[in-house]
């Protein structure tokens, strides 16, 4: 079987599996890196060789080693499925060795500059505040915007982040925070009014759909408060930054809350203070003195 007509039996198993943020993603990264390479090829015939080959040509033309890693992990769960189909043995790309690259979560802002942002989003009544509220505990953005009335229990006042709308591909049950439950609820009051309590908790009232792009928004809340330009991708490095650096809550409660299946993605969020070094041979001397 080639390559191509691997993918294509992926596709066609998984699309009722993954999310279609999911699917679109790996059918683009597929068609732009392999379709007319490595896909013309016998999936048994691809040795971990081809594949170093393949990666070692995208970082002589440029690509960031963190990039050709994610195009790899694309690479590497086909194999996967290959491995499900008894169509190879081993899965090439575990042998791929890629240069070392600094893959810490870097949010370079004060405690002060942190604080304000954190502020800003609290007290927003502006555009889409609540959306950028539920993104201030520790949820991605397609979570969010994908999150039906169906995922929330305002009895018991949980939600569910479904599987087929995160990264760690299993249904992921948090409890509400009370602000956040207040607010929930006035969108569920309002949806079962107008009869909508089957569909997405923030609809977009022009498209009647879930949003898409809500840059302006935030750019516009940004910038009232005369804070600097941060994605909204950036909300979920400022909860691990501050929590961990600032509030000195536990690591595995931080990792908990952002949704990561492994605490070391987590600590990529602790910054090291310069000074200690300092510290620790002060107080090394200090001990025989």
């Given at each position: 079987m080639?390559l ?10 998984y699309?009722?599996i ?5 699917l679109?993603?790996d ?14 090829k016998?999936?048994d015939a691809i040795?971990f ?10 970082l ?5 080693v ?6 790899v992990?694309?690479l ?17 790309c575990e042998f ?6 600094d893959?810490k ?6 405690t002060?500059?942190?604080k ?6 609290v ?6 505040a609540d ?13 969010v915007?994908s999150?039906?009335?169906?995922d929330?229990?305002?009895k ?15 249904n992921?049950?948090?409890t509400?925070?009370d ?9 569920y ?6 009869n ?9 009232s ?13 750019n516009?809340l ?11 991708h ?7 930054t501050y ?7 536990p690591i595995?409660?931080?990792?908990f ?10 600590q ?7 000074k200690k070094?300092?510290?620790?041979i002060?107080n ?6």
């Open positions: 080639l191509n007509e691997l993918f294509e039996k992926y596709i066609l198993f699309e009722l993954l999310s279609k943020t999911t679109r993603s059918i683009a990264t597929y068609n732009k890196h392999f379709k007319n390479g490595l896909g013309l016998f999936v040795t060789l081809d594949i170093q080959e393949f990666c070692n040509v995208l002589k033309n440029g690509y960031k963190k990039t050709v890693k994610n195009i992990a694309k590497r769960v086909i194999f996967k499925f290959a491995l499900k189909l008894d169509l190879v043995i081993k899965n090439p791929i060795e890629l240069p070392r690259f893959n979560r870097y949010f370079d802002y004060s002060k500059t942190q304000a942002i954190i502020k800003a989003i007290e927003n009544r502006g555009v889409n959306i950028f509220f539920f993104l201030l505990h520790g949820r991605r953005k397609n979570e915007l999150l039906k009335f169906s929330i229990n305002l018991n006042r949980t939600y569910i982040i479904p599987y087929k709308i995160n990264k760690a591909k299993r992921m049950i948090y509400m925070s602000e956040l439950y207040l607010r929930l609820l006035k969108h009051i309002q949806a079962k009014k107008d909508r309590l089957n569909g997405y908790i923030f609809e977009n022009n498209t009647h759909n879930k949003f898409v792009d809500l840059r302006r928004s935030w516009s940004l910038k009232r408060n005369n804070l600097p330009k941060i994605r909204l950036d909300i979920r490095h400022l909860i691990g929590s961990i650096n600032y509030l000195k809550l595995e409660q931080v990792s809350t952002l949704g990561h299946t492994n605490i070391i993605t987590t990529k969020y602790i910054t090291s203070n310069i070094s300092k510290e620790t002060e090394l001397i200090k001990s025989v003195n």
